[in-house]
C-alpha cells in the first residue's frame, strides 16, 4: 500500500515536499507517478519518474517548479514542490506501475497505474 505525506497549507510561493512510501514494496522497482486532483476536476498527471530514474517527465503546468526525485535507501519517492500557486491546491496521489517498460508519454496517464496512495491534501492560499 502506497502512503503520501507532507501536504497541508501554505501561502502561493511557498514550498512543499511530498513523500511517497510503502511497506512491503520496493517502490524503485515500479515506475512511480505523481496526481492532483482538484475539486471538480478530473485527475490529472503531475510527474512520473521511471524505475531505474533516469526516466522523468513532468506537466507543463508543473515544469520548473516541480522536482520528482527518489531515494532507495529510504524506499521513497518525493515531489519538491516550489513557487506553488493557488491553482495547484488539490489532493496529490502517488501511484505505482510496476512496469517493465517505462514510457514517456504515458507515464503521465492514471490509467496505466494500479496501485495508488489514499492522497493527501495540498492547499495553496494567503
Known amino acids: 500500500q502506497l502512503v503520501e505525506s507532507g501536504g497541508g497549507l501554505v501561502q502561493p510561493g511557498g514550498s512543499l515536499k511530498l513523500s511517497c512510501t510503502a511497506s512491503?514494496?520496493?517502490?524503485?522497482?515500479?515506475?512511480i507517478g505523481w496526481f492532483h486532483q482538484a475539486p471538480g476536476k478530473d485527475r490529472e498527471g503531475v510527474s512520473c519518474?521511471?524505475?531505474?530514474?533516469?526516466?522523468?517527465n513532468y506537466a507543463d503546468s508543473v515544469n520548473g517548479r516541480f522536482t520528482v526525485s527518489k531515494e532507495v535507501r529510504e524506499n521513497a519517492i518525493y515531489l519538491q514542490m516550489n513557487n506553488l500557486e493557488p491553482e495547484d491546491t488539490a489532493i496529490y496521489y502517488c501511484?505505482?506501475?510496476?512496469?517493465?517498460?517505462?514510457?514517456?508519454?504515458?507515464?503521465?496517464?492514471?490509467?496505466?497505474?494500479?496501485?495508488w496512495g489514499q492522497g493527501i491534501q495540498v492547499t495553496v492560499s494567503s
Open positions: 501511484a505505482a506501475d510496476p512496469g517493465p517498460s517505462y514510457v514517456r508519454s504515458q507515464c503521465l496517464l492514471s490509467q496505466f497505474y494500479g496501485s
Open positions: 512491503g514494496v520496493t517502490l524503485t522497482d515500479y515506475n
Open positions: 519518474i521511471s524505475m531505474t530514474g533516469a526516466g522523468i
